[in-house]
C-alpha cells in the first residue's frame, strides 16, 4: 500500500495548492463543465491531454485508448463522441496521435503484443492502405514517425464520416474535427493539414494532408 499511499499524499498536496493558489477553483469546477475542445488521443502515459494544450481541468474533454483509434464499432468512442457534441456542444474535436507510439510500431511491423493485435488491426490496415507510400521510406524510424501520422489523419476522416458529426454539420452546428500529431522530444504538437469543419472539406483536406505526407516522406524529414 505504500505506493498507493504517496499517490494519496499527491493528490492531497496538489488539492491544498490549488486552493491556496485559487480558492474558488473547485467550486467552479464542480457546477462547470464547458469544454470547448474534445481530445481523442492515445492511452500513453507520457501524452496528457490538458498539460499539452495548457488548459484546466473542465476546458477539455477527453477520451483515449491504445494508438488513438476511431473505429465506426467502438461504442465507447462514439457515445464520448455524441456526449461531446449534442450535450457539450464543443467546438472542435482534436484527434491527436504521436510520434514513437508503440501501438503503431507494433501494427507497422507485425509484432505481437496480445489481445492488443486485434485492436491494432485498424492501425495495421491504415499501414497497408498507404504500402507504397510507406515503402518509399527506407529509414524504419522515419517510416514509423509517417505511419503515426497517417494514422492520425485516417482515424481524423473516421470522426468526420460518423453520424453524429455528420448530423451537426446538416443542421449548422459549429464543429471542425483536426488530426494532430504530438512529439515527445520537444512536447510540441504538429498540424497535418487535415481540417475538417463541414461535409464538403473532407475530400479535399484529406487529399491534402496525405499528399503532404508524401511530400514529408521524399524529402526524409524526421518531426519526432
Known amino acids: 500500500m505504500g505506493e498507493l499511499d504517496n499517490l494519496l499524499k499527491n493528490n492531497r498536496d496538489w488539492a491544498e495548492r490549488v486552493i491556496r493558489d485559487d480558492p474558488d477553483f473547485f467550486h467552479r469546477l464542480e457546477n462547470q463543465q464547458t469544454p470547448k475542445y474534445l481530445w481523442i488521443g492515445c492511452s500513453d502515459s507520457r501524452v496528457p491531454a490538458n498539460q499539452i494544450l495548457g488548459l484546466d481541468p473542465g476546458e477539455v474533454f477527453v477520451h483515449r485508448n491504445v494508438a488513438n483509434v476511431l473505429s465506426h464499432g467502438d461504442l465507447n468512442a462514439l457515445s ?17 496521435g504521436h510520434y514513437g507510439c508503440g501501438g503503431v510500431h507494433a501494427a507497422m511491423t507485425g509484432a505481437r503484443v496480445g489481445l492488443v493485435d486485434n485492436w491494432l488491426r485498424h492501425v495495421a490496415d491504415v499501414n497497408h492502405k498507404h504500402a507504397d507510400l510507406l515503402a518509399s521510406v527506407d529509414d524504419v524510424k522515419l517510416r514509423h514517425a509517417r ?6 489523419i485516417e ?16 443542421r449548422g452546428q459549429p464543429l471542425a474535427v483536426h488530426g494532430w500529431v504530438y512529439a515527445l522530444g520537444d512536447g510540441r504538437v504538429r498540424e497535418l493539414g487535415m481540417d475538417v469543419a463541414s461535409h464538403a472539406d473532407i475530400g479535399p483536406s484529406y487529399q491534402a494532408a496525405v499528399a503532404d505526407i508524401a511530400r514529408v516522406a521524399a524529402q526524409g524529414r524526421r518531426d519526432d
Open 80 to 96: 464520448v463522441i455524441q456526449f461531446a457534441v449534442d450535450v457539450l456542444k464543443v467546438e472542435h474535436i482534436l484527434l491527436v
Open 155 to 170: 482515424q481524423a476522416l473516421n470522426i468526420c464520416q460518423t453520424t453524429v458529426v455528420r448530423d451537426a454539420w446538416a
Open 147 to 152: 505511419l503515426c501520422e497517417l494514422n492520425a
